[in-house]
Every structure is written in C-alpha cells, then in structure tokens.
C-alpha cells in the first residue's frame, strides 16, 4: 500500500494546457499515473500528445471519471479551479500552484469543509504526492526515490526531495512522499497525513519536515504523542532565520518566541519524537530506528 | 507587506472607520503648515514600520507652532532601532476617555478569521494576553458569513466595553473585518482604539499587514509600504521577483525553494559559516533569474565566497547551469562558488558547467559538503574540492 496516489489513480489536470502544466503532467504520465483528461476552458476538444481536454470538471467526470485533480492554473484561477473540482465529484485535489491570494485560500478552505467534507485538498503552494513505483501527481524529480517503508510528509518541497534523497543514499525507499505545501491555510496538515500513514500497512516510520512560522509541528508534536504509534522523525529548517523577517513562504514568519525552529524542536523532543539538526542528520536517525548503520550522537 | 500607520488609516477611513484627521509630511515647514490645517493641540508620530517609537521619542504632543517645529525637527531622520524617520503624520490631538484593543487576523490554526478585543488597550497586547487572558477577548469568525453587528456587539459586551459605547465599537469592529476582507489584509490592529469623553470611538494608531498574493485586485494599494526604508538590494530583489532577505555574514547563498534555503542557511551556521543572505530563487526559476540572483548576491560587498545549492523539481538544473555561465561571463566574480545540482535534468546541468571551466567554481556532491567547502572558501583556505 501507500497513501493517497497510487495504481488506482486517475489523474485530471486543471491547466494541462499552460507550458508547466503540459511538461509536468507528461513527466507524470511517463513515470506511470494514469492521467485521464485535462481541463481548460475553451479548450475541450483538443488533446495533449492523447490526453483529452474538457472545458469544465463536469464534462471532465463524466467523460473521464478522474479521481484525482491536478491544479496547475495561474494563481487568481486556482480557488475556482479547486471549488469545481470538488464540486463535479472529484475526491482528492492537489494544487500545486503557487501564490495564492491568502483570502482566496480561506474561503475555498471553508466552502469545501461545509460542501464538500468527502474531499481531501493537498496544497496549494505544494510539490504534490509521490508513491514510487507507484504514480507521481506533481512536481516532485521521482528518479530520486526507490519504494520502500518510509513516509515523508513536508511543508516545503525542495526540502522534501533532500530528505527523500538522504533516506535513499541510504539505501531506504519511502511509500509515499507528501509535500502538503508551506501557505496560511493548507488544505491538509501534518495531523492529516500523519494518520494516513498511522492507517497504511506499508509506511513502518514517517519523517515529518517542517520549517519556522505557525503552529502546524507543534499541533503535529501534540497528536504523535496521542494517535500515533509509528515512529516519527523530525527536521525543522530555519534555526538561523532572523527574528520578524518573512523567509519566502508565507508561512515562514517568525515572530517573537512562538513558531521559532528551537520551539517547534522541543516540542516534538517533549513527546518523544526525535529532531535532526540538519537534514542529513534527520535521515540517518531515521535509518537507524529503521535498524540499518548506526550513526553516532 | 506592512503599511505605516498613516497607509493603515487611509484605508480604515475608506471603510468608516474614525480616525483623527491628519497629513503626512516629510519636512518641518510642511508639518507646521499641516498642525495650523489639522489645528492645535496637535501630535506628531514618526513614521516606521518598528514598535516602541513612543519610548524612543518619537511621539510628541505639540501646543504651537515653535513646539511643532522643535519636535518636527528632532523626529524626522532620528533612527529608531535601524528605520530612519522621513515621513511624520500630523494629526490634531485627541482626548481620550478610555483605550480599548482590536484586532482581525487569520488564524491558521484554526483555519478561520479571529476577531480579538480587549478594554486593556494601550499597552503591550501580548502582556494583556499572558497575564491577564480573560480580558483578551477571542472570537472566531465564519470565513462565508462574515462578521454581523450584532456579534461584533457581543464581543464588545463580553469584553467589558462601556454599555454606551458598545454601539460604537461593534461598528469599529466590522469597519476593522471589512479593512480585513476587502483590501486582502492578513492583520489588521488598533492600539489603541479610544474612546473620547464625547463618546466617539476612534482608531489612534494603525498596524496593518497586505497580502502581497493579493496586490493585483488593489492597484491602489501597490505604491504603499515603507519603500524608502527597505533595503536596496531587497527592493530590487522584489522588483525582479526573487525572495531576497540580507543578512549579517559573508557567505552568499542561493536556492530554490524556501525550506531548502532556510536549511541551508542552517547547514552552513553549523559549519561555522555565516550567511550573507537568504535568497530564493523560487519554483521554475530559469537561467535569466539565476544570472540576476548572483547579480545580487554579489551586490554585497561583503560576501567572500558564495553557495549555489539547488534540488530540482519544477526548476531545471541545465537552465540554472546556463543562468550561472551567463553571470560569469557578465559579471565576472572575484569570489569562489561552490556548486550542488541535484534532480531534474542535474547530469546535463553539471555536464555543462564542467564544458564551461568557469574559474573559481567548485563541484560538491551533497549539501553538507557544499557547506563545508564554501565556508573553508569564505575563510580563504583553499585546495578544496574539485573545480567543476
């Protein structure tokens, strides 16, 4: 098993036609999705190298029946995008567009939460979802990743594809990889995906990353402790970032004490979850939970 | 973005909120002429984007003009914890009769806007909600349905506001959610929100934050900010659209993706380095946004060695390879880089950089080993790494 993306997938992408939007929907059928349909309007009709193209997610469900959506629309699009997509029936949305309108955000949030409480929204602001071997939605450079039993869950996508890289140098594979995106209102969190793999046969340790801003690790410490019965290791990035200065993601603000990497750190150290300082240090603790080389201190 | 107190108050005027009137001034004739406009007892704020310019000095009550042209005169370019005052707001001095707290934010915890009200305005709202909690007043909003007057009056009731003046501080309140929703606000603050012995409630200071996602549904809004006190290599980083953030050290950085770079940062510290700078060259970056990234990075001229760490998904690392050989033949830098590529289309971006035999350039295979090697770079030890 693995979580959310996998064999049985069928991936519809809003913005299929955008330069990114083709590119990354053909590097994530070459690695095996089972991309069904694509979605821009006034366009339908029209294919991208075989892949139909409707004008709305209506046309798109019942031509197509995708069970995933793929959100790679400009940023003023992408809460229409979302809302349509759930609206026709889709289960699970991944928007990976970047800078979205933080208002936009909240109010797609709560309309789905009210309308729509069956769909799973990952992102925005996100690299997408990786089940090597399995499918690829998104941007993550799958090449990295082997198939194995380690979980990884992010905020930040760069960040993920290095930790999921350090876990293979060391000879682990991972189920899935989830980059659930770094704004002010994402769709699923930490505690959301952290019960996903809870609940999957394949995942046997998770590595949660986190980064400075809110309270989304500290929230994540809280349900280890309670929920959780896997191992969890940790990385925050951020323990050298200026007080009050905003570090590119909008949810990188550090303020005051609160929401500091040192906080987020001791809160997961005060329940027991283990903190790499660095990202390398975070894999190698993970492979020796895992019971592969031990590593020191 | 943060606004100056003056920006905050245009916009709160535009959605009814009272405010004293006022001018914004950046010369001592100009504010003498706009206390004789707004009238006498008149007060003069400097204008940052900092807290504590009170105890700092740079709030004067003024009675007459010679008392206006004195404290003009001390305030404008004092520099208050590193902002230079240029700008003062003139405003007609207010009596005050009580100062209550307000404000509207996103709360991400709980995905949803929150209101909050104190009567314990006036001071440090943080000591109010530690030491005395049950008088910070919490209230959260639904997102669809906004905020009625009939629960921004109950959240005056419960916060204890004057019977009399529950009224006026429920419009207040829905004036602040409206700032809050319509101009695409994360913050916005008042304190302190006061209460005249005529009654009226009033807004004496402003603290608003702008969604920069937001600014192209508010072209009115795109000239605000403190430009003049930004720094000028961030301002030209924003122009171009790079995340730029200047720091104290002698390591130039530059990445893509935040989490990546902010890791980086991290990385390097621990290996006794100190950066010059976070800079993300973000999602998709391509070669022209490489070359005006390491354009500046080396506008600093502290920075003795720089570290190119890049894991590619969206980003192409052929294109950040061709950005770098594009920079070099430009600019033509006098310090070493160190240089990781990993991930997509990595082998041709290190392939080219190899062909290219770019002077001062090191390969590095792994994070870590990019950062020892720029920081021995940075101390001038030399003879590490391979040149690519």
């Not at chain 1, 303020?255 to 240090?281: D, H, I, L, N």
């Not at chain 2, 109010?128 to 921004?152: C, N, Y």
């Not at chain 2, 001062?360 to 870590?368: I, K, L």
């Amino acid at each position: 098993m693995s979580v959310l993306v996998d064999e049985g997938t069928r991936l519809c992408v809003a913005g299929i036609t955008g330069r990114e939007g083709t590119f990354h929907t053909l590097n994530n059928r070459n690695y095996g999705t089972n991309v069904v349909g694509g979605v821009t309007p006034g366009k339908g009709g029209q294919d991208v190298e075989g892949i139909p193209v409707f004008d709305s997610w209506a046309d798109a469900v019942s031509e197509v029946q995708p069970n995933t959506a793929m959100i790679f629309v400009p940023p003023r699009f992408a809460a229409d995008a979302i809302l349509e997509a759930a609206a026709a029936g889709v289960e699970l949305i991944i928007a990976i567009t970047e800078g979205i309108p933080a208002h936009d955000e909240l109010r797609a949030y709560n309309i789905l939460r009210r309308d729509h409480p069956g769909t799973r929204l990952v992102g925005p602001n996100c690299p997408g979802i990786l089940s090597p071997g399995k499918a690829n939605v998104g941007i993550i450079p799958a090449s990295f990743f082997e198939q194995g039993n380690v979980g990884v869950v992010s905020r930040s996508g760069t960040l993920t594809y290095q930790i999921g890289n350090e876990i293979a140098r060391a000879g682990f594979g991972c189920s899935t990889i989830v980059g659930i995106g770094g704004d002010p209102v994402p769709g699923s969190s930490f505690v959301d995906i952290l019960d996903l793999f809870e609940a999957d046969e394949q995942t046997e340790l998770v590595v949660l990353s986190g980064e400075i801003g809110g309270s989304a690790e500290e929230e994540a410490a809280e349900h280890i402790a309670e929920h959780i019965s896997k191992p969890v290791v940790a990385y925050i990035a951020g323990f050298t970032a200026p007080a009050g200065k905003q570090m590119g993601h909008a949810g990188a603000i550090v303020s005051g004490s609160a929401g500091t990497a040192a906080a987020k750190a001791q809160a997961f150290e005060a329940k027991g979850v283990r903190v790499g300082r660095t990202p390398t240090e975070a894999a190698a603790i993970a492979v020796e939970v895992l019971g592969g080389a031990s590593v020191g201190a | 973005m943060d606004l100056l107190e003056y920006q905050g108050k245009q916009l709160f005027a535009r959605h009814g909120l009272k405010v004293s009137s006022g001018r914004a001034v950046t010369s001592v004739d100009d504010a003498v002429v706009a206390a004789d406009e707004v009238g006498y007892p008149i007060v003069v704020k400097a204008q940052v984007l900092i807290g504590g310019r009170g105890k700092a000095g740079g709030v004067k009550l003024a009675s007459n003009e010679s008392e206006a042209r004195e404290h003009a005169g001390n305030i404008l370019g004092m520099d208050i914890k590193g902002h230079i005052v240029r700008t003062l707001w003139i405003e007609h001095a207010s009596d005050i009769a009580s100062e209550y707290y307000a404000s509207v934010l996103l709360d991400r915890s709980a995905k949803q806007p929150l209101v909050m009200f104190s009567t314990e305005g006036g001071v440090d709202i943080e000591e109010v909600a530690e030491q005395t909690p049950e008088k910070l007043i919490r209230h959260h909003v639904d997102a669809l349905q906004g905020l009625s007057h009939e629960e921004a009056a109950q959240i005056a009731r419960d916060g204890g506001a004057d019977a009399d003046v529950v009224d006026g501080v429920a419009d207040a309140l829905v004036a602040l959610y409206e700032v809050w929703l319509q101009e695409d606000a994360t913050l916005t603050e008042i304190n302190p929100l006061i209460v005249t012995p005529e009654r009226e409630v009033k807004a004496l200071d402003s603290k608003v934050s702008l969604d920069g996602n937001a600014l192209y549904r508010h072209p009115e809004n795109q000239g605000l900010s403190d430009k003049e006190n930004e720094d000028p290599l961030e301002r030209r980083a924003k122009e171009e659209g790079v995340q730029f953030v200047k720091l104290d050290g002698d390591i130039g950085i530059l990445g893509n993706g935040a989490g990546l770079v902010m890791s980086t940062l991290d990385v390097v510290s621990q290996a006794g380095g100190s950066p010059a700078n976070f800079l993300d060259a973000g999602g998709g970056s391509n070669a022209e946004t490489i070359k005006q990234a390491v354009d500046l990075i080396l506008a600093n001229n502290k920075v003795k060695a720089v570290l190119v760490n890049i894991f590619a998904g969206i980003t192409r690392c052929d294109l950040v390879a061709e950005g770098l050989i594009a920079a070099f033949g430009e600019i033509k830098p006098s310090v070493p880089f160190v240089v990781r590529l990993d991930g997509t289309n990595d082998v041709e971006g290190r392939r080219l950089l190899t062909e290219a035999g770019l002077p001062g350039v090191h390969a590095a295979t792994t994070m870590n080993e990019a950062a020892e090697m720029v920081v021995a770079l940075a101390a001038g030890r030399n003879g590490v790494g391979a040149i690519a």
